[in-house]
């Protein structure tokens, strides 16, 4: 329904100052009033009659004159027809209404079309191309990821990348997602050619571990070549662990060996022990060594004894404690504790080797 509207009256062809007009919401009626009397003249339906069918009055007219031509229709208004739906809202005498008060020029709507070059779509105030802008990609709501490109409206890897879950990667050399998108490489391993491959200066042996020949006891040089027991890998090269020196064919300890007491080749006579390198009496070990044939032996770390005479480790361990452990070679191992060699707090550093090269040792203490 339209609100009552109010606009300059002209009552008898003459325009009244101060005088108002109401017109009912379904614009049936036009009721006047002036801003000296707050009664309504009802002029009956807004469309009746047309100018000039009233004879306007003298120019020297006042209200007052009016208004007593007016008769009874001053006071209270007239009643030409159906009423119910009239709301009389008067306009206020001291706030003039101009009827030509210019409206100003005419304001585009908000939503106006925008008009955009060949080639190009409108997306809200801005003009794209659908076909490659990657936030505007075939649609004004599409975006593409990071690390797509928009080709021909389609977001798409670009070139030499494959899509794998929300990411556009290089399967040839992306670890993660090697050779497909399913395919991770074990830690440590670099993806070459969309294959994993072993770091530098390791191989992949016959049970898929990557092996450093320089260092692997079980794989000194080249693969499958296994050092003895006495033995360490240094430099690719087989030699005896630290701690041992080569007599002849075999790695002995100058420290407690009979045969090789303090040096190699120096035999203790045959009543006589080898106690740190030194023949004394048999029988006179002192502590922590312990009589193992004509030996003094420290039995918490040698590997050729550990924890009782003869238990030799293998040659992948060392003697801690009197236990043989597992050890592995760490060339980037250079301090104790060693915590390169792996998440596991607990492996230190042996004693280097002659090459330089410590072993990482499973144990809670260095050796």
Known sequence: MNAPRAAVCFLAGVMLSGCGVVVSPDESRLRV???GDASLVDLGPADAGAPGDASPPPPDASREDIAADLGDDAAAPHDLGPADD??????SPDVPVSPDVPLGPDVPAADAAVTCATGLSACGPACFDLGSDLRHCGSCDRVCAESQVCLGGNCQCAAGLSMCGARCVNQLTDPAHCGSCNSACPAGRACAAGRCACPS?????????CVAIQVDPENCGRLGLQCDNDEACV???CVCRPGLTLAGTRCVDTQSDHNHCGRVNNRCGDTMACVAGVCTGRGTCRS?????????VDRSRDPLNCGDCGDACGRTDV???GSCRTTRPEPTCLTCPCAACSEDRQLCCAAPSAGGFPLCVDASRCP
């Open 288 to 296: 922590p060594f312990t009589l193992c044939g004509a030996d003094c």
């Open 201 to 209: 200066g390791t191989l992949e042996n016959s049970r898929g571990r």
């Open 319 to 321: 003697c801690i404690g």
């Open 86 to 91: 009239v709301s009389d809202v008067p306009v």
């Open 33 to 35: 009033f002036t801003a």
């Open 235 to 237: 430099a690719g090269v």
